[in-house]
């Protein structure tokens, strides 16, 4: 079988959303489980809407995710990998549309177009750029523009055109969708050489597409109204069209449109999978790595969009993804958003994370709020004990941020948890003595300790603990009192103990 070949393409003109990630997710995971390559191309013809800082969030995006291009920008033997970098190219091919007539000049005016296209609505009608209407217009189907071509075409400014057949049913065929037909009739003549002098989307995708062997074409459906305009122009090029798949969307959670910037904010969650920043508002939108997600959770919620393995297994990592992935198990219907099952997904693969990678990360966020501590043995039986309740990293710091530094009291509520202020100032004179005394590690001793205390002082051991444990803890939670002892040091147990006097004074 023919080396696949499936390319993400991107137009570098905003930061790049999960629907697009998940894109080059499917083509990636195809890619990689067939033994082809995964190409990166920037389609970046539309220079007025071109933002240099896109290219670098979609490349940086995918780096996060671990998604490795084969060839693209970086390297490659079928570059340039960036279409403004490949206006040479296109030329011959715009020559060959002309000369076959495929391809026409036109020179109305933007403007022009635009009344034209009023004219119409207000009676009711849609004005398309065919057959029907360009005998009236100014392009080289009317003598006179034609006349103007010849004399070195006097109007500087002018486009071209494709020339769509009157009525030819295009017919295709979607991996998904099976038989795609079409009469061209309905379609518009697409502009294939803008007034600048750039090609457009649909003349570069096709050429560049061929010219570097793409086997498979995997993209969102809402291109799925461009694929007669390509069938038409690989059928003017006599060259053999890919297999195309056009993947369901990504909905919204209440399943009704496309997942937006404005679902994101009501749903509380990213649609970017980095953060990006808006230089034109002045601000930064967070994406799933700065609000704690797993990249491969996030690949695996993205995958579980749209695709179904076909089995019970709903966590998978990126090998595993590329060792399950089919294009026969993608699902036709749109898949809907749903906040719930991408914490879901994150707490299960958190569940899973070696415990190495785990103390990495946790010491990372530590070293994030400047705390130093280096102690690996202790941040993973921490780890083991809490990683259950959590479903980001930054939790487990959360839940035991008392292991690194001292608690912050909050003197009413100590107050609130104290029988009697005198007397427990007392006993916790007495503790603090034992710990002086005493191998702070010798349970057993510590235990009889408490419970002679309690006996004394005509109180329940179980007050006795909880006062150790505000002591340590700060509040009423965390882990088993005596595991808490043996990993604080004595002095600091000391110390804290002493804080709750002070508070009680
Ligand atoms: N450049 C298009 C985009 O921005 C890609 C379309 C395609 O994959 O053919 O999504």
């Given amino acids: 079988m023919k080396n696949i070949r499936v390319r993400f393409a991107p137009s570098p003109t905003g930061p790049l959303h999960i629907g697009n990630l998940r894109t080059a997710l499917f083509n990636y995971l195809f890619a990689k489980k067939k033994k082809g390559s995964f190409i990166i191309r920037f389609e970046d013809t539309d220079r007025d809407r071109y933002i240099k800082a896109s290219e670098k969030h979609i490349l940086n995006s995918l780096k ?89 075409k006097k109007h500087k400014k002018y486009i071209i055109r494709l020339n769509v057949p009157v009525s030819k049913t295009i017919k295709g065929s979607d991996i998904l969708r099976g038989a795609i037909s079409i009469n061209s009739k309905v379609l518009d003549d697409k502009v294939l050489v803008k007034a600048d002098g750039n090609v457009t989307y649909h003349l570069a995708n096709v050429i560049d597409d061929h010219l570097m062997k793409i086997t498979h074409v995997l993209k969102g459906e809402e291109w799925i109204s461009s694929f007669p305009i390509l069938h038409l122009l690989y059928y ?194 007495l503790i603090i003595e034992w710990f002086n005394n005493y191998d702070k590690n010798n349970f057993k001793l510590l235990r009889l300790f408490l419970a002679k205390l309690a006996v004394k002082k005509n109180l329940k051991i179980h007050y006795l603990l909880k006062l150790l444990r505000l002591s340590l803890v700060g509040k009423l939670v965390g882990l088993e009192i005596l595991f808490i002892i043996k990993k604080l040091k004595t002095q600091d147990i000391i110390k804290r103990i002493c804080n709750v006097i002070w508070v009680l004074n």
Avoid at 89 to 108: G, P, S, T, W
């Fill in 236 to 429: 003017y090029f006599h060259w053999k069209m890919p297999k195309f798949l056009h993947l369901p969307l990504i909905l919204n959670s209440c399943g009704k449109g496309k997942l937006s910037k404005r679902n994101s904010k009501q749903l509380n969650i990213p649609i970017f999978p980095i953060k990006w920043k808006d230089t034109i508002k002045l601000k930064t939108l967070l994406g799933y790595r700065e609000l704690g997600y797993f990249p491969d959770a996030l690949l695996n919620m993205l995958a579980l969009f749209g695709w179904n393995p076909g089995c019970e297994q709903e966590i998978f990592s990126l090998k595993e993804l590329i060792a399950t992935f089919s294009l026969e198990d993608i699902n036709l219907s749109s898949a809907r958003f749903d906040k719930k099952k991408i914490d879901w997904i994150n707490h299960r693969h958190l569940q899973i994370k070696s415990i190495d990678e785990l103390t990495r990360l946790v010491k990372l966020c530590l070293k994030e709020k400047k705390i130093y501590f280096n102690n690996d043995k202790t941040i993973k039986q921490i780890i083991v004990r809490i990683r259950s309740q959590c479903t980001f990293v930054y939790q487990i710091l959360e839940k035991a941020i008392y292991f690194f530094k001292k608690p912050n009291f909050n003197k009413n509520y100590i107050k609130k948890q104290i029988i009697n202020r005198k007397r427990t100032k007392k006993i916790l004179f």
């Fill in 64 to 152: 996060w995710c671990g998604i490795k291009a084969d060839e693209g920008p970086e390297k490659g033997n079928y570059g340039p990998y960036r279409q403004s970098k490949r206006k040479h190219i296109y030329k011959k091919y715009v020559k060959y549309l002309l000369k076959k007539n495929y391809a026409y000049y036109a020179f109305d005016s933007k403007d022009e177009l635009k009344q034209i296209r009023t004219e119409y609505k207000d009676k009711g009608k849609l004005f398309i750029y065919n057959y029907s209407t360009r005998k009236h217009l100014k392009n080289s189907f009317n003598n006179f523009y034609y006349n103007k071509i010849r004399t070195k």
